[in-house]
Each structure stands twice: as structure tokens, then as C-alpha cells.
């Protein structure tokens, strides 16, 4: 027994000896080099600067666009090169996320939610906003040193995005909508120069380039990497061959994979800060510093700061809050509120500080209700398309009380609507029907024409009982606590029968599909603006999205083939969006949006209690030039908004 | 030769057994509603893309999801059959096994190594106890097994966590520190390896520890109880020879035959205490693939499964023939 334990014993350390070495990463990261004192005067960081001395890559003068057409970034205050950001991440279902930080679009939103031109220097546009001209930086390179020119941007449209070999097809802001035949045509795109191009539409597009900058975010491939892997190019066969090279399924897969989500593969070449140079997969996956990065601060340094991005693999988000409090990332963003306290406590100990973005979001998620007006059963429908029963539902509730118990007093009473700065944003809309007003209530459901049942709850004028069945997906306790309220206290207490239930999110997205939902609450898709005439998608019945216009959505994306025909405020939403989509200048377009956020505000289709709380975030306190505050929203690409490239650590700290 | 037949037997009935599971699983897996593709439409629509009705479908069409399920499943396994393909994985875009492929390596040696100290440190309690029955020290090794038997493992995992923490200041999330991840194990940080290691062990291992020493324990006792210890005793043969020689070989055969299913688990590890403490074995992988309905990915490692309990079984049967004489006599008697 003796012999065979220490035998064990012996294989059992060889054993952990093996696997570490072998499975503990073989992710080669170069430390991170710390700045020197005369680094104020490098233009490039040290690491490159070395290459250049040793021959292995071109002077930095030469990596850069002309002097003219650089990019000059104004910052807070300029920094020092080195050291590294770690983050948390999921893996590969995070990769928007990975994708948001780095962005480099054509053209994007500054924090003021103007457009401006990025990748493009700038851009001319005729007077009845039917003809674009884009000017790009000459002398401006990919990562991988070629020249970036409008021939990437014209293989891009031509080869890629008509062609549709990512899996998507042509995007929307490509199309012009006559005012009056309402019919859609195509733009065409056109090279002028080698860094020109033109955009010319048969109708006027007032909103093409803000249209471009969430549709369209970048509008480029690198041609030189792509006429070696598309099928149009070395055909079909010697594409499904590259493809199973590259270890994807197929052509289609290969396709989508690097051309959509093109900042995982390793070795395809980009316009960002950082490239990535291992699999997204992995448990450390790191972007190191592009080279031929076409952005200077004032001084004429190269960007970005940082050498390296670091994301860590979790698998579980409270394991992001243990490392944020732990000081063990340097920005973690969508902490959980409830924790708060904890990430206080461990503020000073772990070196961090606590900022918060605002929102756009009408509603704190947790307490964000939408009545189905599609709602399958006809007396139900009726009953939910009635403003009284909502307004009846909205008064019901105490939002000081549910302020406390759902959001720990992080959120305030309010109803449904665009947030302070936003487009729309009107102080009664906000206010409307926010009283705590049961006995209001119970008029209004008995005006609507309900009767009082015996058990104590209302029920239709021809005495069929009604229980008003609410589900979601998200079992988190904020949802929780906020249903209960609502279910056993606020509606029972009006006499409104009403129930909760969670679903698994599969189940839920089969039933919105099927027309299967009454209410939801805390829904995917809850109400958001940054800007209603540019993401209309939770606003306005388009396609098959959110829960409260369920079956109108369907409508209006089938063209009447499927779905319910619309009607009402709803029908007027519809045309409003229409007319939008032909207006001839920005004006009107404004105009338009206005109506149609009256029109919200007339229908409070989406009821609200709270107002949204804002993103939790940890940063560490040596990073500098990280932005205090920012909205968060998918139009400003999330943390992209904040410019990371500009972010570097205070010297001799970290 | 008997023995020969014997395994040649139970290795023909693997077959159907094992494509029984696959089917059973392949049917299971496909039956919330939605696929793979209506989750993956649903989370990607919540980072911002769209997705209009046309590229939905044509991506069902891709992955070969508007066929019927048996459909799906018969090409799957005429696939495995006839070219060893076990198909691809629609997360990872990649064929199944170089998914697995990734992760096998630490999977195998994490739960090795956790079986092993489960064994190396049930077994002499399980003596002891049975030996000093009542005795102090006889309570305080069943008291501890028992809670941890009783505490849910991810439940253990978290106080653990937590405990480190706050002692030592450092969050032991995962099997590798950062540094670990950037410059790899080496023999500077292995000592740190090994502390990190501590906490899936404890977790882990002390679950099944419990039940071997309440095993082992009380068969010992039974053993001990019989009219050949006895007579050995008197004969002169030392406590150590009739301990280990004798009991222990017949306390042996439930333990053995509890190894039956200790293949399939080094295969996959466990999963809710791995999800935890962020351990990158295959557990996570599965319960991700089931979520998302990555029918091929899910499928495959179940039927890895499968094969292994099955062989597991014919393994601990044999061992079992092998450790009990009695086994293979009454066997031949036939």
C-alpha cells in the first residue's frame, strides 16, 4: 500500500508539472515597457522606436499619413507610452465589446452626439443632400503597412457589401426614398481619386452620414487581404479550402466571420489602436499596439499610449466584481448596483475610483412594463389599447416606495421617457401620471367599463374574468422585487389580478416571434433613444422587435402580408416614419421626430416607474484621460466613446 | 478465453447502447423552443446588430437547422460513422473537436488529480476510522465529511473564495493569476499554481470523500465482524497484514465499482463549481453549448460521455473481477 501511495504520489507531481507547463498559456506578451524620463520627447513608443533603429520597420515619418492629414488628437493632457489595461471578458460572446473599445469608424458621434469624421478627413455635401464627396488621409496605412486608399473603401461596397459576403445585406442608409412615390433606390458609389469618393443618391438623404455612422460604422476592407480569400477571386473551391485552413466550417463562415467580426481574426489587417494578437477564445486575449496607428496627440506623438489591451476570461459576472475589487482590472464597466457598497469599501485599499455614465434608456429596465397592443385575445387587446387602463396601471404604483425597495434609492420616480438631454425630453413627460393614486385608478378601470367581481378583481363588462400575465427573462432580484411589488401589491390593490413568471430567454424570443406574449416586463429591448430618427427600432413598429407592438412590427416589415394591421397613434407612429425616411432636409427630419415623440407622450405605450440607473464603472485611479462621465449607449459604441487610445498611466505609479 | 468473449460481448453491446444515448440526448437537446439561431439573433440584437427576417433564415439554412431534427441527427452520426466528422460548432465556428481538443488537456488533468487526492485521503480515514470505531477521532473525520457532502459544492466554492479573500487579499478566481496568463507557469509561480489549485480540490474532491470513507468505512467494520479475521488473529497474523491483506480487499469492491462512472467525469470535470471559480475545463463548455443549443458541440461531448461510462463500467467490472476472486470463480462455474 506504502509503495503504490508514494508511486501515485511521484505521478501525481509529474502530472501537475505537465499540465501546468503545457495548458497555462503560452500567450507571449512582451512586458510592458515603462516610460523613461525622456520620453517626452519620443514621438513613437520605445518599443517601435527600437524596430525603426534596427531596420525592421519604416521610420515613423513614413508610418504616418502626410503632415496635413494626420489625425490630431486634443486631450486632456498627453502622456507617457507603456504599460497595459486589463479588463474582464466572456470570451467570444463579448466580442462587440472588444470590438466597441477600438473602433475606428468612418464617420462617428462625439460625446455630444454630432457627427464627426474620423477615418475621413471630412466630406462635402451638395445642396440638396443628394451627392457626398469623402475625403480620406493620404499617406494613411493599414496595420500591416499597405496603403489605405478609396480603393478599400470601393472594394468594400462593391465586393463585400453588395455582394454580401458577411452575411449581411446592403445596408438601409444605402437606400434614398422618393417623398412622393415613396419608391426606394440604391446609391452609387464612385472612387474621384485615390483618396476621394463619392456618394450619390436619386432622392435627398439629409441623414446619409449619420445613417453611415450606426449602419454602417466602417465602410472599408483592406483589398489586399481579401482578393487572396474571396470566392469571386480564387473561386469557390480554393475559398472552401482557405476556409478550412483558417479552421472555420466553410466559405460562409470564413466570409463572416472576417469580414463582419473582423477584429478577432488574428493577422487581418485594421485601422484600430490596438490589433488582436491571439484567439478571442482564449483565456488571456491581448491587442497589442498597431504600428502604423494614424492618430498623434498635440505634440506629434504617435497614439495609442498603451502598448497593450489585456482581457481576462470570466465566466461569471460577480467574478468581474471580485477583480474590480480586488483592483485586479483597470476598467470595468456594468457593475452591478447592489454591490455598491462592497465597491466602496474597497475604494482606496485597491486604488480605483468609482465613476457613473448616464444612460438613454426611458425606464430603469427592472421596472419597464409593455402591454402587448397586439395582444392575441380581442377583449384583452381592446383592454390593453385603452390609454385610461394604462394610465390606471401607472398611477397604481408608489414610485417612492419602489424607488427603495427595487433600486436601493439609486433611481428616481418617473415615467417613461427620454432622459434629461436627450431629444424629446420634456419635463411633464416625465412626470406624467407618476401620482400614487389607487382610488384614481379604480375610476378609470370602472369608466373603461370593467366590473368588480366578487373575489375583489375587475373583470370584463361581460363578466369573463381578466388576469393580466406578466413574464420576462431576467431573474435578476431588481426584476424580481419590482414584480412582486407590482403583482401583489400595486395591481391587486386597484383590483387587477395579475401574475409573474420567469422564462427562459429562448422561450420568450419564440413567443414575441409567435405573438404569444401579454406583458413583459424588464424587456430585451426596452424603450432607448440617443436618437429616434436614427435607431427607431424600440420606438417605432418596424420589424418584429419589441414586445409592446409585437404583431404591427410584423406588419410593416412583411408589407402587410403578415402580422396586424396597425391603427390609431399607432398607424399615425408608422406614417410619421415614413415620411421621415423621404424628408429632404435635416430640419424636417427633427421636426418629424418631434411628432413622433409626442406622439409616445400622448400613449405611454411603455409604461415606466423609475428612471434608469446609470453604468457602474471601476477605473483605476492611475489611468489618466479616461472620461468622468459619457452616455452609454450603442450609438457612441459603448466605452468607445471615451477614446481609450488617449488613456495612459501616470508615471512612476503603477 | 472466457474472458476474451466476456469483453467482446459487453463491447458489441456498447454499440446500440451508445447510440440509443445519442439519439435520446440529440432529441433532448433540440426541444426548447428556438435553435440556435433564434439565441444567437436574440443575444447579438442586444449588442446592436439587426438582423432582417432573410439573413435569419438563410443562417438557419447554413447551419442546416430548418431540416427536421432526425434529419440533422442521422447526417451527424453518418458523419461520425463514415469519416470520424463530429460536425461543427456553431459558437465557436469551428469543427466540435478542436473545441474540445482545447480544453481536454487540463480537463483530464484538473479531475486526475482531484480523484486522486480523493482516494489518497478517503481511503486511510476510512481505515482509521473503522479501526478506532467511536473514537474521537472517528467523529471529527465523519463530521467534517459529512458537511461537506451535505454544502452544495459551488456553495463551498463561493465561502472559500470569499475566505481567501478577505485573508490574503488576493481573489482567487481561476486556475491562473494574470501574471500566470501573460508569462506563462514556470517554476517561480508554481508555488502560486499550486495555492490556486487548492480551492477546486477542497471543493471538488471533498464531496466524494465523504461517501468513500462512509464506504470504506463500513465495510471494513463488516469484514472485521467475520469468522476469518478472527481466526487470522488468533493464528498470529499481524493488524497491519489483516487490515490491508485481507479487510481491505473486500471493502475494495463498492469502492471499485463506484469508479464506473470516474471516466465520463474525468472527461468533463464538474460544471457549476468550475463556472464558479472560472476553471477552464470542458464543464463550462457543455453547459454553454446546451444553453445556446450548439447541437453538435453539446451532442458530441455527451456522447464522449456516453462511450466513457460505458467503457468506465466494463473497466470497473474487470477490476473488480480481478480484486474478488469470488467474482470470477462463480463466473467459470457457469
Avoid at chain 1, 503560452?26 to 515603462?34: E, F, G, L, M, N
Avoid at chain 1, 507617457?80 to 472588444?98: C, L, M, N, P, V
Avoid at chain 1, 425616411?581 to 427630419?589: P, R
Avoid at chain 1, 468622468?628 to 459603448?638: A, L
Wanted: with cysteine; proline share 4%.
Amino acid at each position: 500500500m506504502k509503495r503504490i501511495s508514494t508511486h501515485v504520489l511521484v505521478f501525481l507531481c509529474m502530472l501537475l508539472t505537465v499540465m501546468s507547463l503545457s495548458a497555462a498559456g503560452t500567450k507571449d506578451a512582451s512586458p510592458a515597457q515603462v516610460a523613461t524620463s525622456s520620453s517626452a520627447i519620443e514621438k513613437e513608443a520605445p518599443a517601435l522606436a527600437a524596430q525603426v533603429k534596427a531596420g525592421t520597420l519604416p521610420a515613423l515619418a513614413d508610418r504616418l499619413p502626410v503632415p496635413s492629414d494626420i489625425f490630431v488628437m486634443e486631450m486632456e493632457s498627453t502622456g507617457a507610452y507603456g504599460e497595459a489595461i486589463t479588463f474582464t471578458f466572456r470570451g467570444k460572446s463579448d466580442q462587440w465589446t472588444t470590438g466597441k473599445n477600438t473602433e475606428e469608424n468612418l464617420f462617428r458621434f462625439n460625446s455630444q452626439g454630432l457627427l464627426e469624421a474620423n477615418v475621413a478627413k471630412g466630406f462635402d455635401v451638395n445642396d440638396d443632400a443628394t451627392v457626398f464627396t469623402v475625403y480620406l488621409r493620404e499617406g494613411m496605412r493599414w496595420s500591416d503597412g499597405e496603403p489605405f486608399t478609396s480603393e478599400d473603401v470601393l472594394f468594400f461596397y462593391d465586393h463585400m457589401l453588395k455582394k454580401q459576403t458577411f452575411g449581411k445585406s446592403l445596408w438601409n442608409c444605402f437606400y434614398s426614398t422618393n417623398p412622393v412615390t415613396k419608391v426606394r433606390s440604391e446609391a452609387k458609389v464612385e472612387k474621384v481619386d485615390d483618396y476621394t469618393f463619392r456618394v450619390t443618391f436619386k432622392d435627398p438623404s439629409p441623414s446619409f452620414l449619420e445613417n453611415l455612422a450606426i449602419d454602417g460604422k466602417w465602410l472599408y476592407a483592406p483589398k489586399h487581404y481579401y482578393v487572396q480569400l474571396l470566392p469571386e477571386f480564387i473561386g469557390a473551391e480554393a475559398a472552401e479550402k482557405k476556409a478550412k485552413e483558417m479552421g472555420y466550417k466553410d466559405a460562409t463562415a470564413m466570409g463572416k466571420e472576417t469580414g463582419y467580426y473582423y477584429w478577432n481574426v488574428v493577422g487581418r489587417p485594421t485601422l484600430r489602436p490596438w490589433v488582436a494578437s491571439n484567439d478571442v477564445d482564449s483565456d488571456l486575449h491581448v491587442w497589442k499596439r498597431n504600428p502604423y496607428f494614424w492618430k498623434t496627440d498635440v505634440d506629434g506623438r504617435q497614439l495609442p499610449y498603451i502598448d497593450e489591451l489585456r482581457y481576462v476570461r470570466i465566466s461569471d459576472p460577480s467574478q468581474a466584481t471580485l477583480k474590480a475589487m480586488a483592483g485586479e482590472t483597470d476598467i470595468s464597466s456594468g457593475l452591478d448596483w447592489g454591490n455598491i457598497v462592497a465597491l466602496k469599501q474597497n475604494e482606496t485599499r485597491s486604488n480605483y475610483r468609482l465613476l457613473t455614465w448616464p444612460s438613454t434608456k426611458w425606464s430603469h429596465t427592472a421596472t419597464s412594463l409593455q402591454l402587448n397592443q397586439t395582444a392575441e385575445n380581442p377583449k384583452v387587446r381592446a383592454l390593453f389599447q385603452n390609454k385610461d387602463f394604462r394610465q390606471a396601471l401607472s398611477i397604481a404604483a408608489d414610485r417612492e416606495e419602489m424607488a427603495v425597495l427595487v433600486a436601493d434609492g439609486f433611481a428616481e420616480p418617473a415615467q417613461s421617457a427620454p432622459a434629461k438631454g436627450a431629444l424629446g425630453y420634456d419635463p411633464e413627460w416625465s412626470a406624467k401620471w407618476t401620482e400614487y393614486n389607487p382610488t384614481k385608478a379604480k375610476e378609470l378601470l370602472k369608466g373603461i367599463g370593467m366590473v368588480m367581481g366578487s373575489d375583489g378583481y375587475f373583470r370584463f363588462s361581460d363578466g369573463t374574468p381578466f388576469t393580466l400575465e406578466i413574464l420576462t427573462h431576467d431573474d435578476s432580484s431588481a426584476t424580481a422585487r419590482c414584480a412582486e411589488l407590482l403583482t401583489e401589491k400595486y395591481f391587486k390593490n386597484i383590483g387587477i389580478k395579475a401574475t409573474f413568471g420567469v422564462r427562459d430567454r429562448s422561450l420568450i424570443d419564440d413567443m414575441l416571434v409567435s405573438n404569444k406574449i401579454q406583458a413583459i416586463i424588464s424587456p430585451v429591448s426596452p424603450a432607448e433613444t440617443f436618437n429616434i430618427s436614427l435607431r427607431p427600432d424600440t420606438l417605432v413598429p418596424i420589424r418584429n422587435y419589441a414586445a409592446w407592438y409585437g404583431a404591427y412590427g410584423t406588419w410593416y416589415a412583411t408589407e402587410g402580408k403578415d402580422g396586424m394591421k396597425p391603427e390609431g397613434d399607432i398607424l399615425t407612429l408608422i406614417n410619421l416614419y415614413k415620411e421621415m425616411l423621404g424628408a429632404t432636409s435635416k430640419a424636417t427630419i427633427d421636426e418629424i421626430a418631434l411628432k413622433m415623440l409626442k406622439l409616445h407622450q400622448e400613449n405611454i405605450w411603455e409604461i415606466g416607474y423609475l428612471t434608469d440607473v446609470p453604468l457602474l464603472l471601476a477605473v483605476n485611479n492611475d489611468l489618466m484621460n479616461f472620461s468622468e462621465s459619457e452616455v452609454y449607449c450603442d450609438e457612441f459604441r459603448g466605452l468607445g466613446v471615451a477614446q481609450i487610445l488617449q488613456c495612459y498611466y501616470a508615471s512612476d505609479k503603477k | 478465453m472466457k474472458m476474451f468473449n466476456y469483453i467482446g460481448k459487453r463491447l458489441l453491446l456498447m454499440i446500440p447502447t451508445v447510440l440509443l444515448i445519442s439519439f435520446a440526448v440529440f432529441f433532448i437537446i433540440q426541444l426548447p423552443p428556438g435553435d440556435y439561431v433564434s439565441s444567437y439573433v436574440a443575444r447579438m440584437s442586444a449588442e446592436g446588430e439587426f438582423f432582417t427576417q432573410e439573413m435569419i433564415d438563410a443562417m438557419r439554412s447554413e447551419y442546416g437547422l430548418d431540416r427536421p431534427w432526425y434529419i440533422q441527427y442521422f447526417h451527424w452520426i453518418w458523419g461520425i460513422i463514415s469519416r470520424g466528422d463530429f460536425g461543427y460548432s456553431f459558437s465557436y465556428l469551428r469543427p466540435v473537436w478542436s473545441v474540445i481538443m482545447d480544453r481536454l488537456g487540463i480537463t483530464i488533468g484538473i479531475s486526475l488529480i482531484i480523484m486522486a487526492f480523493t482516494y489518497l485521503v478517503s481511503l486511510p480515514i476510512g481505515i482509521y476510522s473503522a479501526n478506532h470505531q467511536y473514537s474521537l477521532g472517528d467523529y471529527i473525520f465523519t463530521f467534517f465529511g459529512f458537511i461537506g457532502m451535505a454544502t452544495p459544492n459551488f456553495l463551498m466554492a463561493i465561502i472559500l473564495m470569499y475566505f481567501s479573500y478577505v485573508r490574503t487579499g488576493t481573489p482567487y478566481i481561476g486556475l491562473f493569476s494574470d501574471e500566470m496568463l501573460i508569462h506563462g507557469v514556470s517554476l517561480a509561480n508554481f508555488g502560486e499554481f499550486l495555492k490556486r489549485l487548492t480551492i477546486p480540490i477542497i471543493v471538488i474532491g471533498t464531496s466524494n470523500t465523504c461517501a468513500v470513507i462512509r464506504t470504506v468505512r463500513s465495510q471494513m467494520l463488516d469484514e472485521q465482524s467475520k469468522q476469518y479475521t478472527l481466526t487470522a488473529r488468533s493464528k498470529g497474523v499481524s493488524e497491519r497484514k489483516i487490515t490491508y491483506k485481507y479487510c481491505l480487499r473486500s471493502a475494495l469492491n463498492p469502492v471499485v465499482s463506484g469508479l464506473s462512472g470516474a471516466l465520463s467525469s474525468i472527461f468533463t470535470g464538474s460544471t457549476i463549481s468550475a463556472i464558479v471559480m472560472n476553471l477552464p475545463i470542458q464543464g463550462p463548455v457543455l453547459y454553454t453549448a446546451l444553453r445556446n443549443q450548439d447541437m453538435y458541440l453539446a451532442g458530441t461531448i455527451l456522447l464522449v460521455q456516453a462511450i466513457l461510462v460505458v467503457i468506465g463500467t466494463l473497466i470497473a467490472d474487470i477490476v473488480l473481477a480481478w480484486l474478488d476472486p469470488r467474482i470470477r470463480y462463480e463466473t467459470v462455474k457457469e
